[in-house]
């Protein structure tokens, strides 16, 4: 009789684990519209590093599971899914270029807000930024950059 019961429980605590790690898997969002990066006033980025950076978020946001599908910018969705779905826009604050050694990173801020598209209902407000390592290379940089502010996207957004 324990033998069932703790079989019973478990297979219970099976099932509840895999539905809830299910959920965790399904993407928060069905359409995500990423517009260009802005640069702010004082902030020299190539032009190159934003579509780099532009290009590797809107992969990041699909993998990190917050959209299911990305559009590019001006794209289009079947207008019923306007509620689930999102436009991301984002301009970068402040860029302080590293310095040659280790003891002086530089500085990479962005300021992000997201919108749900049915009502332009903004969603989140994401202010922060990340060090840059000296030595950085501006490709090595939009993808470790797209990755941060994805992440940060999608616990703001949970």
Request: proline share 2%; hydrophobic share 45%; glycine share 6%.
């Amino acid at each position: 009789m324990r033998r069932w019961l703790l079989i019973a429980l478990l297979l219970g605590l099976f099932t509840w684990t895999a539905s809830l790690s299910a959920k965790d898997n399904s993407p928060l969002f069905k359409f995500a519209e990423v517009k260009h990066f802005t640069l702010g006033d004082k902030v020299e980025l190539s032009q190159d590093f934003v579509t780099s950076f532009d290009d590797h978020l809107r992969a990041d946001l699909l993998k990190d599971n917050v959209t299911a599908q990305v559009v590019d910018e001006g794209g289009t969705w079947p207008q019923e899914d306007d509620a689930s779905s999102i436009v991301v826009v984002g301009k970068f604050t402040k860029f302080k270029e590293a310095g040659h050694t280790k003891g002086s990173p530089g500085k990479l801020e962005w300021e992000i807000n997201v919108y749900r598209k049915s009502d332009n209902l903004l969603l989140a407000n994401v202010i922060s930024g990340d060090n840059v390592a000296a030595g950085s290379k501006e490709d090595e940089l939009a993808v470790t950059m797209a990755a941060r502010v994805s992440n940060l996207l999608k616990k703001a957004l949970k």
